[in-house]
């Protein structure tokens, strides 16, 4: 297509996550304020840290804007950086695919790409120290045992057993634990805190636990791995991070966090967090996502009704979508939920700027123009974009015999119908006025053809004396279209909350038997060529994207957005 060259300037110019209209907030607040004290010698230095468990989804997109955003605005650096302290639910290809969606939403580590693992030398040697110190034990007590003795939010936890043992022994047993003396759960290493705290995550948690699984990047070097909360501040620290921006979840995690730091004497990052995304009829759990995928509810993590980014991105989303959109919903303290039609919004707001328009046909009905010749082929020239020429233009051929939408014809119209039925004259986009003489109909009693007449006079939509004519549809040469599967993408579940289920059923009950539909359609000539990901506008019909499952033969478009809030209507019709 002509608009080409366009397009690209256009993903060119929005190559940073930085928000769209960044405003004040708590967190900018907060950097503003210790730049102007020098806490950090004025530097902003964040980080995007996921678990190479699962594919990213539209709550990492907010963290991803966020971090990479706050360091763009500020003049500062981010890193991306994989915590890779499980080995049993990792892997490259989670590792792979999380690289491409930062880079896909804009974000640039450069060359910051860092891993926990890069880390497990200095972290064991972390925790030798904290041993030494007398701040650190290991503990014979099961998982099981620990989260007995733990206690509840009104009783204080009782003491291990073992957690008096001599700093010699401690040593010793962690040394062996490193060696791989123990089977997975004989032995852990546990920080000596208070047993008594009021914070659950301040009695004794444990920082090393072992596990013989080979390691996506280490291999079989190491048969205990660190804990997320021991690994992720000194990670941080490590890294010269300023601000660790992280999820409401971990704020009671926190006071672990400078624990670790503090009992070390190392540099101490400032953690803040921030509310995670919340968003209608849709799951943002990865444990729920994975099983999903596991259980063959969808196609894999990119199925285009997956609230992953590498959904989103086969869908047709542009990135530029989910930048306005986290810009949008903005930042806060307490959790709330924002409704889908927002994220709709600012897909259909980008679409419509940048999207080419062409025409497509997903309900066809066969239109014969008796008097217009048999032989002739006509191609009117239709822009790509109407309010912008700079997208250029293509050449669409008319000939005798084309196709309509079925919704475009009616044997008995209601009031004000201004589309096509018998006796009736509406415009066919760019090219002719026709009337209907006559449908003929199946032996079911469908519309199987239309009869119709063409205004000669009328060439290009124009009228030739000055009639009204209210209707305006879109049609492909019977001869020249090309046949493809349109694949029609609606909500994923169908429940406000999915997560809200009835006793005895789950969130997989409240999957959308209707989340898709496929047709078999026809398209204009122009799109013959367009590559796998062009996203273009089908007239009146919404916003489409080329498929990876696309063959020479046959085409495959997924819908991204409708022309319109659709899904809000329907819910608030139905309730």
């Known amino acids: 297509m002509s608009s080409e060259s366009r397009s690209n300037a256009a993903q060119s110019a929005a190559s940073s996550p930085e928000s769209p209209r960044t405003g004040q907030d708590f967190i900018r607040a907060r950097i503003q304020s210790d730049n102007a004290s020098q ?14 468990n699962g594919y990213l989804h539209l709550g990492h997109a907010k963290s991803i804007c966020l971090n990479f955003g706050v360091a763009a605005e500020f003049g500062g650096l981010c890193n991306l ?56 034990y290991v503990d014979d007590l099961s998982a099981e045992e620990i989260r007995a003795l733990r206690g509840t939010l009104t009783e204080a936890g009782q003491e291990s057993p073992w957690r008096d043992r001599s700093v010699e022994e401690n040593l010793d047993l962690f040394r062996r634990m490193r060696a791989g003396e123990f089977p997975d759960g004989a032995k852990v ?165 940048h999207a080419p328009r062409v025409m497509a046909v997903l309900d066809p009905i066969k239109v014969v123009i008796e008097n217009y010749p048999e032989d002739l082929t006509e191609e009117f020239d239709m822009p790509y974009h109407p309010e912008d020429a700079s997208y250029g233009s293509r050449k669409v051929p008319f000939t005798r015999e084309l196709y309509i939408e079925r919704d475009d014809f009616r044997l008995d119209p209601p009031q004000k119908f ?51 004519v209210k209707g305006t549809i879109h049609w492909v040469s019977a001869a020249h279209g090309i046949p493809a599967e349109v694949r029609l993408y609606g909500q994923l579940f169908a429940t406000e909350n ?55 033969e046959l085409p495959v478009f997924n819908r991204t957005a409708t022309l319109r809030d659709t899904w809000a209507k329907l819910e608030k019709k139905e309730g």
């Not at 995550?201 to 997320?228: E, F, K, Q, S």
């Not at 000669?456 to 009639?467: E, L, T, Y």
Request: aromatic share 10%; with cysteine.
């Open 189 to 353: 290493l546990r920080a000596k805190i208070d047993m008594a705290s009021p914070n659950l995550v301040m009695r004794d948690p444990t920082l090393y636990r072992i596990r013989h699984a080979a390691h996506h990047r280490t291999g079989n070097a190491w048969c205990i791995y660190p804990m997320y909360d021991y690994t992720h501040c000194l990670s941080d620290s490590l890294e010269g991070i300023t601000h660790s921006l992280c999820t409401l979840e971990f704020v009671n995690n926190r006071e672990l966090y400078d624990w670790v730091l503090d009992a070390l004497g190392v540099y101490h990052p400032q953690q803040i967090e921030f509310a995670r995304l919340n968003l209608t009829y849709t799951i943002l759990s990865k444990r729920k996502l994975i099983q999903l995928v596991q259980e063959g509810h969808v196609s894999g993590w990119d199925d285009p009704r997956m609230p992953t980014l590498s959904g989103l991105r086969r869908r047709g989303v542009p990135p530029e979508a989910l930048r306005e959109f986290c810009a949008r919903i903005g930042l806060a303290r307490s959790d709330s939920t924002v409704d889908y039609s927002m994220l709709e919004f600012c897909i259909r707001e980008q679409l419509n700027a």
């Open 81 to 136: 950086r994989f915590d890779d302290t499980n080995p049993v639910k990792e892997d490259t290809e989670y590792v792979d695919s999380i690289r491409e969606d930062v880079r896909w939403l804009g974000g640039d580590w450069q060359d910051r790409l860092y891993y926990a693992s890069d880390y497990f030398e200095q972290l064991y040697q972390y925790a030798e120290q904290l041993i030494r110190m007398g701040k650190a």
């Open 39 to 52: 806490r950090f010698e004025g530097r902003v230095h964040t980080r995007f840290p996921p678990e190479p």
């Open 418 to 468: 201004h589309r096509l039925f018998p006796g009736a004259e509406v415009r066919l986009r760019y090219a002719y006025f026709i009337t209907c003489r006559e449908a003929i109909l199946d032996e079911h009693g469908e519309v199987r053809e239309l009869r119709c007449i063409y205004d000669p006079a009328s060439r290009g939509g124009q009228s030739p004396d000055g009639r009204k």
């Open 498 to 552: 999915p997560d809200a289920a009835p006793e005895g059923k789950t969130f997989i009950d409240n999957l959308n038997p209707e989340s898709l539909r496929t047709v078999q359609a026809w398209l204009e000539p122009a799109l013959a060529d367009a590559p796998v990901g062009r996203s273009v506008q089908f007239e009146r019909l919404g916003y489409f994207c080329k498929d990876k499952d696309s063959t020479p």
